[in-house]
């Protein structure tokens, strides 16, 4: 268990809809990176927040949003949501975000099926 | 463009023996290097990482070794357990110059270990 818990597990939606996914980091953790997981491309880094602020984007679409709450939890918002958007999407935490020691502790995962 | 090459999608090990898993990088930025291990339903387990100052690291069964000039890295695991049967990520960073991006994974290995 690495501390860092995401919900819902599954999701099941249609095309054209709107999710949000949640994410706690471990406890202590400031920073909260989302990422997706699809069967062609790997793990692709989609956004970090530190302590509430974004601080880098990587793969993410205009379509996905996230935020940053005060009490550190993240949620990652998908809209207008496409048979390809299907995917694992990760969140994973780590105490700082940027060297020395960031080793990123992932969490179970939340696994989107658009039909 | 992958950055990050894992170019054996599976790799059976008799146990006891010694698995050796690879990983190339092509981004001459990064300096942060770091393994992961993945069951099925859960998310990436963080074993071992390298800094790019170091050409080995050790931890237990596992070691990490990086050449630096042939933009390689292996992760040896002696000897080879059935509990290790997982995939296998590689994942780098570049940690002073784009130190709030998030981890660049390769698409994994597959590892078995055979009784």
């Known amino acids: 268990d690495s501390g860092v818990t995401q919900t819902p597990k599954h999701l099941i939606t249609a095309t054209g809809q709107r999710v949000t996914l949640r994410c706690s980091p471990r406890s202590g953790d400031l920073s909260v990176y989302w990422y997706q997981q699809s069967l062609d491309q790997g793990l692709q880094f989609l956004i970090h927040?530190?302590?509430?602020?974004?601080?880098a984007k990587g793969n993410i679409l205009e379509r996905f949003s996230a935020q940053q709450f005060p009490d550190l939890h993240s949620e990652l918002n998908l809209s207008s949501l496409e048979l390809g958007d299907s995917a694992l999407y990760f969140c994973?935490?780590?105490?700082?975000?940027?060297?020395?020691?960031?080793?990123?502790?992932f969490g179970p995962g939340t696994r989107l099926t658009v039909l | 463009d992958q950055q990050v090459k894992q170019n054996s999608p599976s790799l059976s090990v008799q146990e006891g023996r010694i698995s050796i898993l690879n990983c190339d990088y092509t981004n001459s930025m990064f300096d942060y290097f770091l393994w992961y291990k993945k069951y099925p339903a859960e998310g990436p387990t963080f074993l071992i990482s390298?800094?790019?100052?170091?050409d080995k690291n050790e931890d237990g069964r596992f070691t990490v070794f990086l050449n630096k000039s042939a933009k390689h890295l292996s992760l040896h695991i002696v000897p080879s357990q059935p509990g290790d049967s997982a995939v296998y990520f590689c994942?780098?960073?570049?940690?002073?110059?784009?130190?709030?991006?998030?981890?660049?994974f390769g698409k994994g290995t597959h590892l078995i270990i055979q009784p």
């Open positions: 390298i800094s790019s100052i170091k």
């Open positions: 994973a935490s780590s105490v700082v975000g940027t060297p020395p020691g960031d080793e990123q502790f």
């Open positions: 994942a780098a960073k570049d940690r002073y110059g784009g130190g709030a991006d998030g981890l660049t």
């Open positions: 927040y530190y302590n509430g602020e974004e601080r």
